[in-house]
């Protein structure tokens, strides 16, 4: 499969905590890659290091053989790395159709840039995002929420309106920090298809995510974080099987037996 993600030597630290101590990882296309650890692991740090929101201290970050790691988030998302965020981060008074027409790779907006390509580029590329957005929400079956507030929706459907902003940038690389989170029945299926989808149609996934029924459900492998380090990689039983990784993560090895 071809690599999507290559990250190698990768480290930072925040004062004295270390969130990436030596990091080395590939995630290809077709994959999705559980990411499991403890609270403060550096989970979530490792998505902003390759998203652009924090600059490592060193290392290598590469989506699809181009170097990223010195480009800015706007930069990075251009390149094609999408992302939901732990605290969904949407716009709360905003419809749902507005926050998804935020999210395209390559949207002009009320730009200088939309100014110098013209008013016609401008309401094409609006066009173009209106039925990606629409298509996003449809495959959800969430198209009737278009024009919904986004803080009028039920908790479960907004996490699939944070899913579904990230879907914009139809770039390779997904990355998703904790999508499971408060999620159920209904919901908790379409998240699972959708990412399944994603996966099938091209993308290397990451998925950050304490339930491991959905790791479980979902990922064909995983990698177990603690310290900003990787302990190990491997599947998800083989992980969980795991005395150390137990001991560590799941509850008391004798808990788990
Ligand atoms: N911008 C930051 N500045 C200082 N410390 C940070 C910053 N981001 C994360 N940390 C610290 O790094 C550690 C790892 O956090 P995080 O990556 O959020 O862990 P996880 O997502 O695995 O729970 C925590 O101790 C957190 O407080
Ligand atoms: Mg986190």
């Known amino acids: 499969m071809e690599p999507i993600?290559?990250?190698?030597?990768?480290?930072?630290?925040?004062?004295?905590?270390?969130?990436?101590?030596?990091i080395d990882l590939t995630i290809s296309a077709g994959e999705i890659l559980g990411l499991i650890g403890p609270n403060g692991a550096g989970k979530t740090s490792l998505f902003?290091?390759?998203?652009?929101?924090?600059p490592q201290d060193a290392g290598k970050i590469q989506l699809q053989g181009r170097d990223i790691a010195?480009?800015?988030?706007?930069?990075r998302a251009r390149a094609g790395v999408a992302r939901t965020w732990q605290h969904m981060r949407l716009f709360r008074t905003m419809t749902v159709l507005?926050?998804?027409?935020?999210?395209?790779?390559?949207?002009?907006?009320?730009s200088l840039l939309g100014s110098v390509l013209g008013l016609g580029r401008v309401r094409?590329?609006?066009?173009?995002?209106?039925a990606q957005a629409m298509g996003i929400l449809e495959r959800m079956g969430l198209a009737q929420t278009a024009e919904t507030i986004v803080v009028d929706l039920p908790f479960g459907q907004q996490k699939l309106i944070g899913l579904a902003r990230a879907l914009m940038n139809d770039g390779r690389l997904l990355l998703l920090d904790e999508p499971m989170a408060g999620?159920?029945?209904?919901?908790?299926?379409?998240?699972q298809r959708v990412v399944h989808d994603e996966a099938a149609a091209g993308r290397a996934v990451c998925v950050v995510e304490h339930n491991v029924g959905?790791?479980?459900?979902?990922?064909?492998?995983a990698v177990f974080m603690a310290q900003g380090k990787i302990l190990q990689r491997g599947t998800v039983d083989e992980l969980t099987r795991s005395r150390e990784l137990t001991e560590l993560y799941f509850g008391?090895?004798?808990d788990a037996a």
């Open 5 to 22: 993600l290559r990250i190698d030597n990768l480290c930072k630290s925040f004062g004295g905590i270390v969130v990436a101590d030596h």
């Open 48 to 54: 902003n290091l390759i998203s652009g929101v924090v």
């Open 70 to 75: 010195g480009m800015s988030l706007h930069n």
């Open 98 to 110: 507005e926050n998804l027409m935020m999210g395209p790779r390559d949207y002009p907006g009320e």
């Open 124 to 130: 094409r590329a609006e066009t173009a995002a209106h």
């Open 183 to 191: 999620v159920e029945g209904s919901n908790y299926e379409t998240m």
């Open 214 to 221: 959905f790791i479980k459900d979902l990922c064909t492998t």
């Open 252 to 254: 008391t090895a004798e």
